[in-house]
């Protein structure tokens, strides 16, 4: 009788425990930006280095990147000023491409040694701030800088402009550390068309060319040297040119969707499918210009539309902060990634949530997935020679017959004294 009135009183206790215990767990929903803190969220576009080269002109012994910068007398008034080490901490940041830009106006003057300028600003910022960022140049880097709680910093090029038509500064900017380069900025280039071309107000002016055969040449030496081929700023045609030469996955570092905001910048669904087909990457832009308003709610719906497209493995980060001068509300700076991941986590938004294994892949996995796999061709054509094409002097004169003639010359070390005898060289027939 006593253990029949205990067993049942254990019953009802147990009852009792349980069901209030079930009730707490329900009401602790999931919330997204916790799996920043077991993958690194990488952005794949800041600009802050070309921010240090306008305010400091590359001068880092008076900046701080380790203070509030939006009550800097300067920094502060500077709208396209969205980033340093605190906020980057409050977003959780793991990974960071920081970029090495140098404008159009440089083409065929000295874009080379303003690249190198950036680069090594950006090396000695991150050498600068030792126990916050940690110089990387792999997936093994990153993710031992996210295991040491750093942020992962790596370096990238945007614009092929910057490269002044040379396999061979290519190559040592893989030396240096860059590990992606835009295939162009805004601006065409002898070998490859930028996306202004696809502006329906400009296409009646323009001829296309899309990637010419050097430019595919530049492609497969990219894939030989293990450096990503990013594919933002280019034109349509160039996108699907370099996904079709690439012989490793291909990313967009900071573009969005076509189908949502028709801006040129944007990735259309026809490219967005070979992309996936391509096991590449599309990092989304931030930018209130290309995804048609300035609110999350509209990066979400470019996200959502990828998502709906191509599935949640081909999609990343690629704010451009730094970059622009008008954020979205609720992203005004890199403190606030962590309310996209809770809003694309939760319920009642119109949308199926986002699972956590899909915001791991966004926050990261994705990229790091690309890299690696870039990184296994790299290595699967370790015999390979280099490419030693040099660029054809029809594509350097295609559009424009005084382009060109300095680099052609300064391309033949055995230097032809006059035009004529370079242009017979570069034609031989």
Not at 259 to 270: E, I, P, T, Y
Not at 310 to 333: F, N, Q, R, S, W
Not at 382 to 408: A, F
Request: hydrophobic fraction near 40%; charged fraction near 25%; charge should be negative.
């Amino acid at each position: 009788m006593y253990i029949a009135s205990a067993v049942i009183l254990l019953v009802i206790v147990s009852l009792a425990v349980a069901i209030p215990l079930n009730s707490v767990s329900e009401k602790i929903p999931f919330k997204g930006s916790s799996v920043l803190d077991e993958v690194p969220l990488i952005d794949g576009h800041n600009d802050l280095p070309y921010n240090i080269y306008r305010l400091e002109h590359d001068r880092l012994k008076n900046f701080s990147l380790d203070s509030d910068l939006t009550k800097h007398p300067e920094w502060g008034k500077l709208a396209s000023s969205h980033t340093d080490l605190p906020r980057m901490r409050r977003g959780k940041l793991g990974g960071q491409f920081f970029v090495a830009f140098v404008g159009c106006n440089s083409l065929d003057k000295d874009a080379v040694e303003l690249t190198m300028d950036q680069i090594d600003v950006i090396k000695r910022l991150i050498k600068a701030y030792p126990a916050d960022l940690q110089y990387a140049d792999s997936v093994e880097g990153i993710w031992n800088a996210f295991n040491s709680k750093k942020i992962a910093s790596m370096i990238c090029v945007e614009g092929g402009h910057s490269m002044d038509n040379r396999l061979g500064v290519l190559r040592l900017y893989y030396e240096m550390g860059v590990r992606y380069m835009t295939l162009t900025h805004s601006c065409t280039l002898p070998w490859a068309d930028a996306s202004p071309v696809d502006d329906a107000t400009t296409t009646s002016l323009i001829t296309k060319h899309n990637l010419t055969q050097w430019g595919k040449t530049v492609v497969l030496e990219m894939n030989r040297l293990g450096m990503m081929v990013d594919i933002s700023h280019v034109s349509k045609g160039v996108m699907l040119d370099a996904i079709h030469t690439s012989r490793a996955p291909v990313i967009f570092s900071h573009s969005s969707a076509w189908a949502v905001h028709k801006h040129h910048r944007n990735v259309q669904d026809d490219v967005l499918r070979e992309l996936r087909l391509n096991g590449g990457i599309i990092m989304v832009n931030f930018y209130p210009e290309f995804i048609g308003n300035n609110t999350l709610d509209r990066v979400i719906e470019h996200l959502n539309h990828i998502r709906s497209v191509i599935g949640t493995d081909h999609v990343g980060i690629g704010a451009d902060y730094d970059g622009v001068d008008k954020t979205p509300v609720g992203l005004e700076d890199v403190s606030k990634y962590p309310a996209l991941f809770d809003k694309l986590a939760e319920s009642g938004h119109g949308f199926q949530p986002w699972t956590e294994e899909e915001l791991k892949k966004l926050a990261g996995l994705n990229l790091l997935r690309v890299m690696k796999n870039v990184e296994d061709v790299r290595d699967s054509l370790k015999h390979e020679l280099p490419y030693e094409d040099l660029i054809p002097y029809d594509d350097l004169v295609r559009d424009n017959p005084t382009q060109g003639c300095r680099t052609d010359l300064d391309s033949y070390k055995d230097g032809p004294e006059n035009f004529e005898t370079a242009l017979k060289m570069l034609n031989p027939q």
